[in-house]
C-alpha cells in the first residue's frame, strides 16, 4: 500500500519557464513533508519542506504547496534551469513514537529542463 | 567539513557472502537510517537507530543487520538471507526530535 504517490515518473520543462511536481498521500496522520532532489548515482539533497499547519513554504525559485483536505502537495520551481534536471522525491512524516520521524518515500519523478 | 561518509562507492560480492556497508557521520546527530533504492523505486527503510545501542527494523529489514556501538557509525550487513541485495544502498542522518534526514553519497552493491 502505498502512502505516498508521484504518478508522473517523468516530467520535460523548457528552460525558463516553470516545472510542477505533484504529490498525494494517503495517510492522515503525516504531518510534515519534505521534498528532496537526487542527482544519478548521489545521496538525495534536501530541498525543501513544509508543516502541515502551513500552506506554502517559499524559499528563492522554489514553493511547496500543500493541500491538507485533498491530500496533495506540489513542488513549483520558477523560473526552471538546466542544472534543475534530476529526480525529486516527495516524502512525508509523522511522529510514530518515541521521538522518531520516519520518512515516507515517494517513487520519484524525473525532471528533464531542457535549453 | 560536516558530513555523512560512505564507502565504498561501488563493491562487488560474490553470492553467499555476507558484506558490511559503511557509513559515519561528523554531525553529532542522534539518528541514523539506513534506505535502499531499486531502480524506479523510492527509498524504502531498512533500519533506524535513535540512540547508540539501539535500532529498529524498518519496511524491509529481512536479510540485514545493523550495529550502533557508536554514535558517529551506523554500519550495514547485508547477509546471505537478502533474496534481491543488488541495489543503491543509502545511509542518513537527522537530528533528534527533527524531521529533515541529510543523506550520504550511497553504495553501488552488486551480487552476482
Known amino acids: 500500500d502505498q502512502q505516498v504517490k508521484q504518478n508522473s515518473p517523468s516530467l520535460s520543462v523548457q528552460e525558463g519557464r516553470i516545472s510542477i511536481l505533484n504529490c498525494d498521500y494517503t495517510?492522515?496522520?503525516?504531518?510534515?513533508f519534505l521534498w528532496y532532489k537526487k542527482y544519478p548515482a548521489e545521496g538525495p539533497t534536501f530541498l525543501i519542506s513544509?508543516?502541515?499547519?502551513?500552506d506554502k513554504n517559499e524559499d528563492g525559485r522554489f514553493t511547496v504547496f500543500l493541500n491538507k483536505s485533498a491530500k496533495h502537495l506540489s513542488l513549483h520551481i520558477v523560473p526552471s534551469q538546466p542544472g534543475d534536471s534530476a529526480v525529486y522525491f516527495c516524502?512525508?512524516?509523522?511522529?510514530?513514537?518515541?521521538?522518531?520521524?520516519?520518512?515516507?518515500f515517494g517513487k520519484g519523478t524525473k525532471l528533464s529542463v531542457i535549453p | 567539513d560536516g558530513g555523512i561518509t560512505q564507502s565504498p562507492k561501488y563493491l562487488f560480492r560474490k553470492e553467499g557472502q555476507n558484506v558490511t556497508l559503511s557509513c559515519e557521520q561528523n554531525?553529532?546527530?542522534?539518528?541514523m537510517y539506513w534506505y535502499r533504492q531499486d531502480p524506479g523505486q523510492g527509498l524504502r527503510l531498512i533500519y533506524y537507530?535513535?540512540?547508540?545501542?539501539?535500532?529498529q527494523k524498518g519496511d524491509i529489514a529481512e536479510g540485514y543487520s545493523v550495529s550502533r556501538e557508536k554514535k558517529e557509525s551506523f554500519p550495514l550487513t547485508v547477509t546471505s538471507a537478502q533474496k534481491n541485495p543488488t541495489a543503491f544502498y543509502l545511509c542518513?542522518?537527522?537530528?533528534?526530535?527533527?524531521?529533515?534526514?541529510?543523506f550520504g553519497p550511497g553504495t553501488r552493491l552488486t551480487v552476482t
Open positions: 516524502a512525508a512524516s509523522g511522529d510514530s513514537g518515541a521521538g522518531s520521524y520516519q520518512l515516507t
Open positions: 537507530s535513535q540512540i547508540v545501542n539501539d535500532f
Open positions: 495517510n492522515s496522520m503525516f504531518d510534515y
Open positions: 513544509i508543516s502541515s499547519i502551513k
Open positions: 554531525l553529532n546527530h542522534d539518528a
Open positions: 542518513a542522518s537527522g537530528q533528534y526530535l527533527s524531521y529533515e534526514q541529510y
